[in-house]
């Protein structure tokens, strides 16, 4: 999820929290726990940090091990510990890593069902995992969250009623927002205005609850990206992979080969120049205005040794920019 979603929620849990008579009762402890599920539900995402050593490493490790298994247990020591130090071991510490184990355990829970995915069974395996069930902004789960904390803030009513309701709701949420896109992949092949005998759809959340992005993976190895809204499926682009030999040679270069570690559904198109060869991989997920952003390209001359390169989230009027800077 989002930065912002997952700070309501750290404080949704905190609030949470005050079913347990021992935090509810103590202002202190209260506070610990607020800010320990406020850091909770932040701190698998410190690894932002990592954009210091570069967008391919940055691409290559975020999510990754800070979502992994040990990571889990390694932030809930770490913040419980560092709030027992701050508070003098006055603390019970029992209640506290209880409280910031679930927040970083929902951090890591909710990405899961995002587009983006994350490697939270390392060490066990290094397959990212990603639902495709819930955009990474969700309006229902930002505003239902939002508007608990607003009547928690003025009084309205009691936080011992109010959020074990918010995530009773938030549960039936994530539940049907499941079994919909169950549903969506299963009726897929019906609604293909031209089918070509492939199952092998991905459905890809929006925004909006009913509008649904498509990438089929068409029997020549290219692939049919569209939409669905409501039960009209369209195409809108036909990516076909090219298999030039600059591609090839590409895969060797650090920062593919960091993109190919995050992504299946890269496709890589050529463009010869007098110097030497442009390669672009696009993640063809991701299409927005009939681009597609999410690019690491490689510059090479015609003896394939590498002049330029990125990785990242670009425009292509910025990437062309980036990349002339980076050559010069």
């Known amino acids: 999820m989002d930065t912002g979603t997952h700070l309501v929620m750290g404080i949704g849990l905190a609030g949470l929290a005050c079913i347990d008579p021992v935090v509810a009762n103590n202002t202190t402890i209260f506070t610990a726990v607020l800010i320990g599920t406020i850091v909770g539900s932040q701190a698998p995402d410190f690894d932002t940090f990592l954009r210091l050593k570069g967008n391919a490493s940055y691409i290559r490790n975020h999510r990754g091990i800070s979502h992994s298994l040990p990571a889990i247990a390694i932030w809930t020591i770490l913040i419980t510990g560092l709030l027992q130090l701050f508070y003098r071991g006055s603390l019970p510490w029992l209640h506290i890593g209880s409280w910031?184990?679930?927040?970083?355990?929902?951090?890591?829970?909710?990405?899961l069902f995002n587009t983006y995915g994350t490697q939270a069974m390392r060490p066990f395996t290094e397959k990212w995992i990603s639902w495709n069930i819930i955009h990474i902004f969700d309006p229902?789960?930002?505003?239902?969250?939002?508007?608990?904390?607003?009547?928690?803030?003025?009084?309205?009513?009691s936080p011992v009623a109010i959020f074990p309701l918010l995530y009773l709701i938030t549960i039936v949420y994530y539940t049907w927002r499941t079994l919909a896109h169950r549903s969506t992949l299963r009726k897929l092949p019906k609604l293909d205005p031209e089918p070509d005998g492939t199952k092998a759809y991905v459905a890809i959340p929006?925004?909006?609850?009913?509008?649904?992005?498509?990438?089929?993976?068409?029997?020549?190895g290219s692939f049919v990206v569209g939409d669905l809204k409501g039960s009209k499926l369209r195409w809108l682009d036909n990516v076909r992979c090219s298999d030039h030999p600059a591609v090839a040679k590409s895969r060797n270069d650090n920062a593919i080969r960091s993109f190919l570690y995050f992504t299946k559904f890269a496709c890589a198109e050529v463009k010869e120049h007098a110097w030497g060869y442009e390669v672009r991989w696009s993640d063809v997920r991701y299409r927005h205005r009939k681009q597609y952003p999410f690019v690491a390209v490689l510059l090479m001359?015609?003896?394939?040794?590498?002049?330029?390169?990125?990785?990242?989230?670009?425009?292509?009027?910025?990437?062309?920019?980036?990349?002339?800077?980076?050559?010069?």
Request: contains cysteine; hydrophobic residues 50%.
């Open 206 to 220: 929006t925004i909006s609850l009913s509008h649904w992005n498509i990438v089929k993976r068409a029997a020549d």
């Open 100 to 111: 910031v184990l679930l927040a970083v355990c929902v951090h890591v829970f909710t990405d």
């Open 140 to 157: 229902v789960i930002f505003a239902t969250h939002v508007g608990a904390i607003l009547i928690w803030a003025f009084g309205l009513a």
């Open 301 to 328: 001359n015609k003896e394939y040794e590498t002049v330029g390169s990125y990785v990242g989230w670009l425009s292509d009027d910025r990437l062309m920019k980036r990349l002339r800077m980076n050559t010069y």
